[in-house]
């Protein structure tokens, strides 16, 4: 299944994002009614809080007086984290249930409201923002909730900020408009990201890059790898394996094709045939089929093996080079990356010489091949920079 995680700050719009999904046909996981439900009467989460915060956190019927509770720990950061070690726990454990119940077909959207406070991003396929400007908030929450401006300020600043949230965003839905703009949005993003990122998951498919389009530089990839990253390191659990972001998009400033290209480090290539493969799938994140391999430096050599696997998700491609730590070809993806970032003549004819092929080699093999005598040359002049510099992967 597809797992989808949704968050935007109080008063931002989400649970109108979250009911347009549900239409649609996600399984739609509601965290802020999962917290009701583990606090309820009578629950061991109940008890726990009235244990640390006394009982005139209870309202007259036994239940739970949450804006008596509010008052306590808005405000108050220990207090709050004293309470989210009751709660997120057992909000975590219901929610991972009710996902595991769904049909292994399904898209399903986590709705949670703390969803970057409590770092849960890297562990979702995709994760949506919903973002709103301050001022429509604070309306919001005056209209629709009865909080004064203060309540709401202080609610909004015991969350993430916008900025935090970007970080963490693979989608930003803005609301600032109608309630027609925002379903529109969502209902792109489902039948043009989210269906068939699901269909590629189930059937363990890359998208691939026919025609080449060198694009303007992002500022945003370096962000864009920093969260593949972490769901790499997610998917491959507590094993501490090195990742780095290679190619043209990890060079400041250089025009590239607009795919991810991220290096894994492994122990051997058997090692990424076995767990590795299938993680790296169930992630997100399958493998090329076929055999892959880096031509050797200097020309001549034995070809240096790999294992490649994409991205599932159409709406980023991803091309992930499984190497072993310390061959040749995973040293000459660090080294080239290096030599570029330091050197702007040598990024400069890069370009040059990136463009003229795009021209005339415009698909990917073709394009990929004719750079080959370039690289070849490369690899002198960054092994020349290495030796001066003291350069070390």
Same mark, same amino acid.
């Given at each position: 299944?597809?797992?989808?995680?949704?968050?935007?700050?109080?008063?931002?719009?989400?649970? &109108?994002?979250?009911?347009?999904?549900?239409?649609?046909?996600?399984?739609?996981?509601?965290?802020?009614?999962?917290?009701?439900?583990?606090?309820?009467?009578?629950?061991?989460?109940?008890?726990?809080?009235?244990?640390?915060?006394?009982?005139?956190?209870?309202?007259?019927?036994?239940?739970?007086?949450?804006?008596?509770?509010?008052?306590?720990?808005?405000?108050?950061?220990?207090? +709050?984290?004293?309470?989210?070690?009751?709660?997120?726990?057992?909000? +975590?454990?219901?929610?991972?249930?009710?996902?595991?119940?769904?049909?292994?077909?399904?898209?399903?959207?986590?709705?949670?409201?703390?969803?970057?406070?409590?770092?849960?991003?890297?562990? /979702?396929?995709?994760?949506?923002?919903?973002?709103?400007?301050?001022?429509?908030?604070?309306? +919001?929450?005056?209209?629709?909730?009865?909080?004064?401006?203060?309540?709401?300020?202080?609610?909004?600043?015991?969350?993430?900020?916008? &900025?935090?949230?970007?970080?963490?965003?693979?989608?930003?839905?803005?609301?600032?408009?109608?309630?027609?703009?925002?379903?529109?949005?969502?209902?792109?993003?489902?039948?043009?990201?989210?269906?068939?990122?699901?269909?590629?998951?189930?059937?363990?498919?890359?998208?691939?890059?026919?025609?080449?389009?060198?694009?303007?530089?992002?500022?945003?990839?370096?962000?864009? /790898?920093?969260?593949?990253?972490?769901?790499?390191?997610?998917?491959?659990?507590?094993?501490?394996?090195?990742?780095?972001?290679?190619?043209?998009?990890?060079?400041?400033?250089?025009?590239?094709?607009?795919?991810?290209?991220?290096?894994?480090?492994?122990?051997?290539?058997?090692?990424?045939?076995?767990?590795?493969?299938? +993680?790296?799938?169930?992630?997100?994140?399958?493998?090329?089929?076929?055999?892959?391999?880096?031509?050797?430096?200097?020309?001549?050599?034995?070809?240096?093996?790999?294992?490649?696997?994409?991205?599932?998700?159409?709406?980023?491609?991803?091309?992930?080079?499984?190497?072993?730590?310390?061959?040749?070809?995973?040293?000459?993806?660090?080294?080239?990356?290096?030599?570029?970032?330091?050197?702007?003549?040598?990024? &400069?004819? /890069?370009?040059?010489?990136?463009?003229?092929?795009?021209?005339?080699?415009?698909?990917?093999?073709? /394009?990929?091949?004719?750079?080959?005598?370039?690289?070849?040359?490369?690899?002198?002049?960054?092994?020349?920079?290495?030796?001066?510099?003291?350069?070390?992967?």
């Amino acid at each position: 299944m597809l797992k989808v995680g949704l968050t935007g700050g109080i008063g931002s719009g989400k649970s &109108a994002v979250a009911a347009r999904f549900a239409r649609l046909g996600a399984v739609v996981v509601d965290s802020d009614r999962i917290a009701r439900e583990v606090v309820a009467p009578g629950s061991e989460g109940l008890a726990e809080i009235v244990a640390t915060f006394g009982a005139g956190v209870l309202a007259p019927d036994g239940s739970l007086d949450r804006p008596a509770l509010g008052a306590l720990v808005f405000g108050d950061e220990a207090a +709050r984290r004293r309470l989210e070690a009751i709660t997120h726990p057992r909000v +975590r454990a219901r929610s991972a249930e009710l996902a595991a119940a769904a049909s292994p077909e399904a898209i399903v959207v986590n709705d949670v409201p703390l969803l970057v406070e409590v770092g849960l991003a890297p562990t /979702y396929h995709l994760v949506v923002v919903v973002r709103t400007a301050p001022e429509i908030r604070l309306a +919001r929450l005056a209209r629709d909730r009865g909080m004064s401006r203060a309540e709401a300020e202080r609610r909004i600043a015991a969350q993430a900020d916008d &900025a935090r949230r970007r970080v963490v965003a693979d989608v930003v839905l803005a609301n600032d408009a109608t309630l027609d703009d925002l379903h529109a949005a969502v209902d792109a993003l489902w039948h043009e990201r989210l269906v068939p990122y699901e269909e590629n998951l189930r059937r363990r498919r890359v998208v691939r890059v026919g025609q080449v389009r060198l694009t303007e530089p992002d500022p945003t990839w370096p962000e864009q /790898y920093d969260r593949l990253a972490a769901r790499i390191r997610h998917a491959l659990g507590p094993a501490d394996v090195r990742i780095d972001h290679i190619g043209s998009t990890s060079v400041p400033g250089l025009p590239a094709k607009d795919v991810i290209d991220v290096q894994l480090a492994v122990s051997s290539l058997d090692e990424a045939d076995g767990v590795v493969a299938e +993680r790296l799938a169930a992630a997100g994140f399958p493998r090329f089929p076929g055999e892959w391999w880096d031509s050797p430096r200097p020309p001549g050599g034995k070809p240096w093996p790999k294992r490649l696997h994409g991205s599932a998700d159409p709406g980023r491609p991803v091309h992930l080079h499984v190497r072993e730590a310390g061959s040749p070809g995973w040293r000459y993806a660090l080294l080239m990356r290096d030599h570029l970032r330091a050197d702007p003549e040598q990024r &400069a004819a /890069y370009l040059a010489m990136k463009r003229a092929v795009a021209a005339t080699a415009p698909d990917n093999v073709g /394009y990929t091949t004719a750079k080959e005598p370039w690289f070849d040359e490369e690899q002198v002049r960054a092994e020349a920079w290495a030796a001066r510099t003291g350069w070390g992967p």
